[in-house]
């Protein structure tokens, strides 16, 4: 999904962090945090705002008040020309404030008393807007647009345009709501040079029905610059955590992307995590389409815990991708893990590597313990137009019960360098159809169970069999030994993974396996071998150890003839 420059002029036009595994609670997106005894309603978005001033708004104050909660404001025209830059602003919960300029002065928002406040905005207006605003935060707030349709702005947009390539601090954005915009629902960006922000936290919050109206590189949730293009080091120590997105729909006829669910880019060290992305992307028409979560041009970044499903694009107009999860062009040293991808119009996994006069490396990139499902073009697929160096696909599970294809790769004049690594995971594919494909690429696959389709194609050749597959190209075999399988997996529910509302590893059985299965403690010795970290737990949260890894992205629950084996398999 080649991301090309016309994406600059579009950006700037627009009015952790380790990638260790390590085990996480059960997350669902979206979930707002609700008042508590330690961070009452009418505190929250004090801590970034400490020892400035507050002042009150409420639909039932006067503009002529003081301000403070006994005497609140009315009005988002009074905040605007009153509000010190700096100072925290509290909207009463309940009430809505509609406007025709949004929240446009450098305060801190948060909302007091019961429920949430929203501020309600026309066709012509965002929600908030803060141009070079340091340390301040947007919390427990709703912002409702005009129309996905016919708005003309972001919701909540934070720029950086300041020269001199500066940091600023945050900003934080906690237990919102966003909907109604015909841009961005939820946007940071850095308009000048490498200006940008240090420490962006976007969580807990719901944004959806937005990017309807026109421009390109739109998502319900974006962070990015156009002038920094090709650098990856505008924004750094990013957080997005928690976030439901869905119905970013894109806009016909633009001449890049539109409609993507969360994106992440230009940025160093970020983690996207226990969110859920779906229904994106239906009205795209570009080819170079929208993905659910992703990234390019970008440093240690690490996707972990998400769901994305339903993804779309309009094929019919000549749209493409729709797919699940993509670490695209320009990123480096990054990760996508724990991961579950489903009924997407594209890929469920995407590695996508381009070269264009800025973006040049992609390298050293790991997809594992992820499981996909019924995605319509592939369940993994890796797409080379310039070099790909170093990817690692490891300990997922795929069941292509719609493509039949497992495992799918095209390189339009690129190339593998590096150590490209396919290993340990589980292929079910559908009789009949090719459970992969390879064109014209150089990798090593070994320890990889094959399952459910006996045709390999392999360099425009298709293969009848495992073992002629094997005889004609020398895959799965190690040290003149075959390290492959065909085993059945024995999963639980082949195809039958339903929605699950996040990272949520109780309601995605399907995909455990029943005891006794083969794939228990039989894959490859990655550390011995290639020296490889596999991490410390499956897609279940079951521990995990380099030497005795499962093929797929469960490890099962060992039974006693299969826990401690008299040989346990080394290879």
Not at 434 to 457: C, E, W
Request: some cysteine; aromatic content about 8%; hydrophobic content about 35%.
């Amino acid at each position: 999904m080649k991301r090309c420059l016309v994406l600059i002029a579009a950006l700037a036009a627009q009015p952790v962090l380790s990638v260790a595994a390590v085990a996480y609670p059960q997350g669902t997106a979206g979930s707002p945090i609700p008042c508590q005894a330690a961070v009452p309603c009418d505190r929250q978005g004090e801590n970034a705002a400490r020892g400035a001033s507050r002042f009150y708004v409420a639909v039932s104050g006067s503009d002529e008040n003081a301000g403070t909660q006994s005497e609140p404001w009315r009005t988002i025209a009074k905040v605007n020309s009153s509000a010190p830059p700096g100072s925290l602003v509290s909207f009463n919960g309940g009430d809505t404030f509609s406007t025709t300029t949004g929240i446009v002065v450098n305060v801190s928002v948060t909302s007091y008393g019961v429920g949430q406040a929203v501020v309600s905005s026309d066709n012509t207006a965002p929600c908030i807007r803060q141009i070079n605003p340091a340390g301040l935060s947007i919390t427990n707030i709703g912002c409702i647009g005009g129309g996905n349709r016919t708005n003309k702005t972001s919701g909540i947009s934070v720029i950086n345009d300041q020269v001199g390539n500066t940091k600023l601090a945050g900003p934080t954005i906690d237990n919102v709501t966003v909907s109604g915009f015909g841009l961005n629902g939820i946007e940071v960006k850095g308009l000048n040079g490498t200006s940008g922000f240090s420490g962006i936290k976007i969580t807990n919050s719901t944004v959806h029905d937005v990017t309807g109206n026109g421009g390109v590189a739109t998502g319900c949730i974006v962070v990015a610059s156009g002038p920094g293009y090709g650098t990856n080091n505008v924004h750094s120590n990013v957080l997005i955590s928690n976030a439901l997105v869905y119905n970013c729909t894109g806009t016909a006829g633009q001449t890049n992307w539109t409609g993507s669910g969360i994106v992440v880019s230009e940025t160093q060290d970020a983690v996207i995590q226990y969110s859920v992305a779906h229904d994106f992307g239906s009205a795209n028409t570009n080819c170079g389409g929208p993905v659910g979560i992703w990234t390019y041009d970008s440093d240690r970044v690490t996707i972990q815990f998400n769901e994305a499903y339903n993804g779309r694009t309009n094929t019919g107009a000549g749209g493409c991708d729709g797919g699940g999860f993509d670490l695209d062009g320009g990123v480096t040293n990054s990760i996508m893990q724990y991961n579950f991808a489903h009924n997407n119009a594209s890929s469920g996994f995407l590695f996508d590597s381009y070269e264009d006069d800025k973006v040049k490396t992609w390298d050293n990139n790991t997809a594992r313990f992820n499981i996909s499902q019924n995605n319509i073009q592939a369940e993994f697929n890796w797409v080379a137009t310039s070099t790909m160096r170093s990817p690692k696909m490891y300990n997922n599970t795929a069941y292509a019960g719609r493509s039949g294809i497992c495992f799918d790769t095209s390189f339009g004049g690129g190339t593998m360098d590096g150590t490209p690594l396919v290993a340990n995971n589980v292929f079910f594919g559908l009789v009949g159809r090719r459970i992969i494909h390879v064109p014209n690429a150089q990798m090593m696959l070994v320890g990889n169970d094959y399952f459910g389709s006996t045709k390999f194609s392999w360099r425009s050749v298709d293969y009848m069999s495992f073992a002629a597959w094997q005889l004609a190209t020398g895959r799965e075999i190690i040290d003149g030994e075959n390290v492959g399988l065909t085993s059945d997996p024995q999963i639980y529910a082949p195809g039958g993974g339903v929605t699950v509302g996040g990272y949520v590893p109780a309601k995605l059985t399907a995909y455990n396996l029943q005891a006794g299965s083969p794939m228990i403690r039989a894959g490859i010795n990655l550390e011995s071998r290639y020296g490889i970290n596999p991490g410390t737990q499956d897609y279940y949260g079951v521990p995990v150890a380099a030497a005795s890894l499962p093929v797929g992205a469960a490890a099962g629950a060992p039974t006693a003839s299969t826990a401690a084996p008299s040989a346990p398999v080394q290879r």
